[in-house]
């Protein structure tokens, strides 16, 4: 079975700082991969996502990931944080069996503070 | 487009009570999904629909039915409510398109249960 694990539970990082938050997965081939994130009291929106490929993909709201087969990781990175970016943030995989349809397995979140 | 659309918003049960969850999408997807989300637990699917016609359960789905009703509706039921059902619940829906998952998610209905 697939897994994501997420090893950071709360992050702080102050405005204008870079960010990166950390993604493990486990599966058996090259998985989809996925990060959503999660504004207080809100659904969840996509920000990127990667199928195959480029292993640097770029998202929304300047974020970015990159897949790295050999580490079984999928990093999310931003240069510089601004307030708004404070959030949950999870990341997910899905399975490339059943073609696609398969529901996502998500990791258990990682919850990001912005400092001034 | 208003996406995925779920209701209630909001819920309070008491224990042993039913209740049903909807679920209407209006993007033509085919694959519908429900997720609960607890707190340091992320987000556990419970059933899906692949494609209409078909459902299959997932990871939590004991205590829970669904009925994907048509196309556009899926929908989740509690026979007998227990307060560990307590949880936000999302309905979230893919195209299946090219083989890949992108699912898109609906704002979510939170539901209690005394």
New interface residues.
Partial sequence: AQS?TQPD?HITVSEGASLELRCNYSYGATP?L?W?VQSPG?????LL?Y?SGDTLVQGIKGFEAEFKRSQSSFNLRKPSVHWSDAAEY?C?V???K????????????THLIIQP | NAGVTQTPKFQVLKTGQSMTLQCAQDMNHNSMYWYRQDPGMGLRLIYYSASEGTTDKGEVPNGYNVSRLNKREFSLRLESAAPSQTSVYFCASSAKLLSYNEQFFGPGTRLTVL
């Fill in positions: 994501v539970i989809y996925f959503y809100q659904g969840l929106q996509l996502k199928f999870f997910a899905g399975s490339r059943g073609g696609g349809a398969d529901g996502l397995t998500f990791g258990k979140g």
